[in-house]
């Protein structure tokens, strides 16, 4: 059962993670441009 659970947060995690490396990556190519 744990390892039913595991495949979603997994994924969640992962579609976060992307989320918030492309912002980063955004303010900081903002950043070099200013």
């Given at each position: 059962?744990?390892?039913?659970e595991?495949?979603?947060?997994?994924?969640?995690q992962?579609?976060?993670?992307?989320?918030?490396?492309?912002?980063?990556?955004?303010?900081?190519i903002?950043?070099?441009?200013?």
């Open positions: 059962m744990p390892q039913l595991a495949i979603p947060a997994i994924d969640f992962t579609a976060t993670y992307k989320d918030a490396y492309s912002r980063i990556k955004a303010i900081v903002e950043g070099e441009q200013e």
